[in-house]
């Protein structure tokens, strides 16, 4: 299949294998910030292919490990609510809650349905008009153009009956914290190719200069992973700290300008919660107040009043690097993707279910 | 005392499970299923012929053992591409017998049906179901019809059970595999699963995906004709090959290695795959088999399966190992490691 297969050819990663080998002298700590990377690198056992100087630090790239726990109770009890059809991509029906999940909210009687694509929410708004419609928008910039273009849509249709729960984070205040941490061990950064497509990679020059750490925008595949590592690795032996493009078949350095616009019509930077981070000053993205009657907590009054943290659970630690999902003592004891006590667990983003899914 | 109290002596104690509710991962095929099975079903019903957990139960009669299986069908479409729930019925429950190494005889034939569903697709589905059993040559011999009211079930529910027999000198059960065993896989996999997406979510590819669903007994039989040692046969459905693998890993307590460049895929599903971010090894086929055999005489039903409709791009994707019991462990297209693990939660609900 072209631009798969050529990405996870053997011979090429042989030989950026051996390349990343030859030119390495010292130990490096390299944070790859997508869950969607931290997966590939499990799923191919990339590490088997890495000299040992190389550690691999896992990224807070995953958007449902980290929205905030209450967001996830507003949308349990919006789902519980009869006159309400809840509809969210399906990685967030088994975050776990402060005392249950969407998946159990459904199976005690709330209408939850599973979208693919946010349009799909738009749909059942117009085949349900007895019915509020609220749309669960988590996710990073990538999937921001595609949520917003909903709020577009439901005012072109007309549609009274469409809400959003809102719950957008931004990646480059999470690096900056991530950097600027006194536990920082961070060499070196593989960016998020993804949210590069939207966004371009203006935003991460100021911060590879100031950080002292260079950035790779980075691709999903093998080769495009040891690609970055190689690119990354050869700045850091040569004592360099700018920001590079690997995945330059899907990312221009401005990014999408229409996608871009779309977001800045409907969205606006806000303050927003990290679960198992906290508080991040201008990390998140809100509905603006003309489309205010489309945003679901306005709208509704949702009180989530003493929401509930695992106390086992080290998300936290693990979406900051800090720790690997083996340093948990609940991972793959009381925790697993059938019981998850935390969000990691559950994604196909998340390092914990990665580790789990991929390792023994 | 009430009522209750007076018959708890009478009663078991309810075991501990995860969830208060049904929950839909608890019929994908995966952990959660196995949980289920295992707690709830066997611990109550448990016996010597149910505990093999095979495809089919095994029942000696006399001299002979006769198979005997059941399966309901609540796939959502009921017309999908490649087939319909009627055909589905009647080809995975004749596939079940198959499995256990079966020439399949008899089947039953019970329908719920949803008050207000069309007599029209109801006839449509029967027509198929009545050629489908010719082509798999089993009678349905017994049957049953029950209504309900609008809403209370999705348009029609279908369950089959059927009998078949087992020729002498046949021994197929999942506990069977052995170190060195190689393993053989009859045709491309997922394309059942990702048919009912495509048919679901209305999403067109540029060649339809059509599902695999067919009725595996020709092509079983051409192999047990060329070889006594087949020691596991398995149609990977729900949870797919790579749950499939892992039941077999598990009952026989050895490791399974296969190679990922050798596990037959069509472009088109490989490309719906990627799309919906799903893994091809846990998507469900219909007519799909891996058989585990005696390496001496894989290479000779290897030849017999690639004469078969059904088999021509059979291939050879692995070997069960002595070393990592209950594992099994893919070495990728570029060339490292991977850990296959049973599917966990539910991947497609509703796809048999």
């Not at chain 1, 909210?105 to 509020?132: H, R, W």
């Not at chain 1, 995945?247 to 779309?262: Q, T």
Request: glycine share 8%.
């Amino acid at each position: 299949m072209k631009y798969v297969d050529e990405y996870r050819d053997a011979e090429s990663v042989r030989l950026l294998s051996e390349k990343i080998n030859s030119i390495i002298t010292r130990n490096w700590n390299v944070m790859e910030i997508c869950g969607g990377q931290t997966h590939t690198i499990l799923k191919y056992r990339i590490e088997e292919l890495l000299p040992p100087q190389i550690t691999l630090i896992h990224g807070p790239g995953c958007p449902v490990c980290v929205t905030p726990i209450e967001m996830i109770d507003k949308a349990i009890l919006l789902a519980l609510r009869p006159d309400i059809i809840l509809v969210s991509y399906g990685d967030m029906l088994r975050v776990p809650g402060s005392n249950s999940d969407l998946l159990e909210a459904k199976s005690k009687g709330g209408n939850v349905k599973m979208i693919y694509s946010p349009l799909d929410a738009i749909k059942i708004a117009e085949q349900n008009p007895d019915k509020k419609i609220v749309f669960f928008a988590v996710g990073f910039e990538t999937t921001a153009p595609a949520n917003a273009f909903t709020i577009f849509e439901a005012e072109r249709r007309g549609l009274k009956n469409y809400f959003m729960l809102c719950s957008h984070v931004l990646v480059p205040p999470a690096i900056e914290i991530l950097l600027k941490s006194e536990k920082n061990s961070i060499n070196g950064i593989l960016t998020a190719g993804h949210v590069c497509t939207v966004m371009g990679y203006e935003e991460y020059i100021p911060l590879a200069e100031k950080y002292k750490t260079p950035m790779v925008v980075t691709g999903f595949e093998p080769v495009d992973i040891l690609s970055g590592l190689l690119m990354v690795i050869y700045q850091l032996e040569n004592g360099n700290c700018f920001v590079e493009n690997q995945y330059g078949r899907a990312v221009r350095k401005e990014g999408n300008i229409h996608s871009k616009k779309i977001i800045s019509d409907v969205f606006e930077i806000t303050d927003r919660k990290w679960r198992g981070i906290g508080l991040i000053p201008q990390s998140g993205l809100k509905i603006k107040s003309k489309y205010s009657h489309y945003d679901a907590e306005i709208v509704f009054n949702i009180d989530t009043t003493g929401f509930d943290e695992s106390d086992i659970c080290i998300a936290g630690e693990i979406l900051q690097g800090l720790k690997k999902p083996g340093d948990c003592p609940a991972f793959r004891k009381e925790c697993t993707p059938e019981i998850p006590l935390g969000a990691p667990m559950v994604s196909a983003e998340g390092a914990c279910s990665a580790y789990y899914r991929y390792t023994k | 005392m009430n009522a209750n109290e007076n018959y708890q002596g009478a009663v078991c104690p309810i075991p501990k499970i995860e969830y208060d509710k049904i929950l839909m991962a608890h019929g994908g095929g995966g952990t959660l299923t196995h949980q289920l099975i295992k707690k709830i079903f066997i611990s109550q019903f448990g016996n010597e012929v149910l505990n093999v957990l095979h495809d089919s139960a095994i029942l000696k009669v006399e001299s002979k053992r006769l198979a005997f299986t059941t399966d309901s069908y609540v796939v959502n479409p009921v017309f999908f591409p490649g087939g319909n729930i009627g055909e589905l019925a009647v080809y995975g429950t004749i596939n079940d017998l198959v499995m256990a190494g079966a020439e399949p005889l008899f089947l039953s034939v019970s329908f719920i049906l949803e008050e207000g569903f069309l007599i029209e697709d109801l006839w449509q589905i029967v027509v198929s179901m009545k050629n489908a059993s010719q082509k798999g040559n089993v009678k349905i011999v017994t049957g049953d019809t029950k209504v309900v009211d609008n809403g209370k079930a999705d348009k029609i529910f279908i369950n089959t059970s059927g009998i078949g027999i087992i020729p002498e000198g046949v021994d197929i059960g999942p506990q069977n595999a052995k170190p060195g065993d190689l393993i053989i896989l009859n045709g491309r996999i997922a394309e059942h699963g990702i048919a009912i997406l495509s048919a679901r979510e209305g999403i067109e590819f540029e060649s339809e995906i059509i599902s695999d669903l067919a009725p595996l007994n020709s092509l079983v039989s051409l192999m047990l004709n060329e070889s006594k040692n087949i020691h596991v046969l398995r149609d990977p459905t729900r949870g797919g090959l790579a749950s499939t693998l892992n039941e077999i890993a598990a009952q026989s307590n050895i490791g399974i290695r296969i190679y990922e460049d050798k596990i037959p895929i069509a472009g088109n599903v490989k490309a719906a795959c990627e799309i919906f971010g799903l893994d091809p090894l846990y998507i469900a086929n219909e007519g799909k088999l891996v058989a585990f055999i005696d390496p001496a005489d894989a290479e000779k039903v290897l030849n017999q399966m690639h004469a078969h409709e059904l088999g021509m791009e059979a291939s050879i994707i692995g070997e069960v190992t002595k070393n990592n019991p209950k594992t099994v462990v893919m070495k990728t297209a570029i060339g490292t490691n991977r850990i296959i693990d049973m599917i966990s939660g539910e991947q497609l609900p509703r796809i048999c």
